[in-house]
């Protein structure tokens, strides 16, 4: 039966990167609550590099672990991100321009949940707090589309990424771009 822990690395019951246990790990690793390596919260070519430093005989090379994550791999923190941003901004592309309260409350309870299901926890803690400082503004498509473009900017920044115009939000996510190359 397959296992979704590894076993070459131990394990912890620590939750924070503070306590983690001794093994030299790379700068900036993140392990998961349970103190193995999370494959969620870290890129690809950090997971596997942690494995180098675990296991004398890595199983894949460093030049092969900057390439993109195969699409029949479990995700990296990269892939999810980007296939949960392609989630989130597609829902604000056909979130109604006028909602009803309903709608305002269930968009609202999605995101809360969201927030704490995200599989990089320290993605969703921060993404938690980020809800608690910035409150989600869903009163029309245009408000929500414009305040997921800020929550998105914030982890740019965070991750030392270009800021997105977010008055482009729509073309980027709704329309297509004007010069009519989305078709
Ligand atoms: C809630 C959440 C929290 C995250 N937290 C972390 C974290 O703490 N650490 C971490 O390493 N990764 C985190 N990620 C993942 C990270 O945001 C990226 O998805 C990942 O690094 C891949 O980035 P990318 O450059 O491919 O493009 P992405 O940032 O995934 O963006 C995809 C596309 O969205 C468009 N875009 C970019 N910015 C905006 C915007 N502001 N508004 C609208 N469209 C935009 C661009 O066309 C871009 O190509 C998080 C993801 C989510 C969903």
Known sequence: ???DTRDDVPASTSTTKATLPKTKLP???ILGKDGKPCRTCNSLADFTSQSKVLKSTPAITSASAMAAVPADCPADVEALGRSSWTLLH??????PVAPTTQEQSDVKSFLGLFGKLY???VCAEDFQEYM????IKASSRDEFGRWLCGAHNEVNR????KEFDCNLWEERWR????????G
């Open 132 to 135: 608690e400082r910035e409150k």
């Open 90 to 95: 597609s829902i604000s592309a056909t979130y």
């Open 27 to 29: 700068k900036g690793m």
């Open 175 to 182: 329309t297509g771009w004007k010069d009519g190359r989305c």
């Open 158 to 161: 965070k991750l030392g990424k």
């Open 1 to 3: 039966m397959a296992d």
């Open 119 to 121: 599989p990089c926890w």
